[in-house]
Nanobody
Framework: QVQLVESGGGLVQAGGSLSLSCVASGSIFRIIAMGWYRQAPGKQRELVASINSGHATDYADSVKGRFTVSRANAQNTVYLQMNSLKPEDTAVYYC??????????????WGQGTQVTVSS
């Protein structure tokens, strides 16, 4: 079992900033990548940003230049710094971890989600 505990999020005005963090714990042999997805009402869940064990990052085009994903490998923690927030960033944000639980078995794990609301 792998547990993801998210923190951060909340309500902010457009142009403001918020930060999210997520700590992974449990049966983790090795983490492949960590990241953040979001899901707005009536829309599909989409990738926001991810970072692998080598700290290579990937961002959705809509957040490039505004959001920054980072990771503390030793603490199995991933962060998302969100700046210049827009109303269209409003969504439930989910932490994702892709991890090996053994040398040969990996899986995707999800946090419970945290609400981010940006008012205009």
């Amino acid at each position: 079992q792998v547990q993801l505990v998210e923190s951060g999020g909340g309500l902010v005005q457009a142009g403001g900033s918020l930060s999210l963090s997520c700590v992974a714990s449990g049966s983790i042999f090795r983490i492949i990548a960590m990241g953040w997805y979001r899901q707005a009402p009536g829309k599909q869940r989409e990738l926001v940003a991810s970072i692998n064990s080598g700290h290579a990052t990937d961002y959705a085009d809509s957040v490039k230049g505004r959001f920054t994903v980072s990771r503390a490998n030793a603490q199995n923690t991933v962060y998302l710094q969100m700046n210049s927030l827009k109303p269209e960033d409003t969504a439930v944000y989910y932490c994702n971890t892709r991890a090996y639980s053994s040398p040969t078995s990996w899986d995707d794990h999800w946090g419970q989600g945290t609400q981010v609301t940006v008012s205009s």
